[in-house]
């Protein structure tokens, strides 16, 4: 039997990360957060340049094992000695790490890595195309999508937190973007799965997205 998948797809502080870190906690499996590794890339690019050369992006994809590291079971991006972790949560950086994102070769090298973490005893990876490209034979897939304003919020906040001041426009203008560019995108477009569970987080908060969440995962693995 192939090692099990949970996929948790959706759009930009949907509560994607929240729910796979909670799930995979929960239950012992591994979780992957594939939006770090395209942010990691897009990261370390920008310490060199903003404007996107494909060839230069595609050899820091095949380096980016020099510039992640592991520290208290975290990822940590080094760059030059220095810990630039903290702005990979930044706009700038998403943005980048979705228009890298259609860049072909780049997507084949990080699908690579992205394979290698399906692991005993399992697997919970969040993304925006885990159910739909990176692990189609995934038993249990969801989408989880939000309105956009309540999004906006969300992310400001979190940036807040992480010591990045921004506002709530510049914030929506910034997500909204970035909804455009996934979901237009000529390669691997955001879209749910045929067989996906889709999961609307505006108006129910982390805990009751979690135990809705458990109901489908206990039920299709008999937990």
């Known amino acids: 039997m192939n090692i099990p998948v949970i996929t948790i797809d959706g759009t930009s502080a ?23 590794i395209y942010r990691a890339v897009a990261l370390i690019y920008l310490q060199r340049s903003s404007y996107i050369i494909p060839n230069k992006v595609i050899v ?12 208290k079971k975290k990822f940590k991006v080094i760059y030059n000695k220095k810990d630039i972790t903290n702005n990979i949560f930044t706009e700038k950086t998403s943005i980048l790490a979705s228009k890298i994102s259609q860049i072909p070769e780049i997507r084949s090298i990080l699908l690579n890595v992205q394979k290698s973490f399906r692991l005993n005893p399992g697997l919970v990876a969040n993304g925006r195309d885990m159910g739909t490209v990176v692990f189609p034979d995934s038993q249990l897939k969801f989408f989880l999508t939000s309105n ?3 999004r906006s919020y969300r992310r400001m906040l979190q940036l807040r937190k992480r010591g990045i001041i921004t506002s709530f426009k510049k914030t929506y203008y910034e ?6 560019l996934d979901i237009f995108r000529k390669i691997s477009p955001l879209k749910p ?22 109901k ?8």
Do not use: H, P
């Open 148 to 150: 956009l304003k309540i």
């Open 193 to 214: 799965s045929k067989n996906a569970i889709i999961l609307d987080t505006s108006y129910i908060n982390t805990t009751e997205m979690f135990n809705i969440s458990m």
């Open 14 to 36: 949907s509560g994607k990360s929240t729910l796979c870190k909670k799930i995979s906690k929960k239950i012992g499996w591994f979780s992957l957060e594939s939006g770090f």
């Open 216 to 223: 489908y995962v206990k039920s299709k693995f008999n937990l």
């Open 60 to 71: 820091i994809a095949k380096k980016l094992n020099y510039f992640l590291f592991i520290r």
């Open 175 to 180: 997500i909204q973007k970035r909804d455009n």
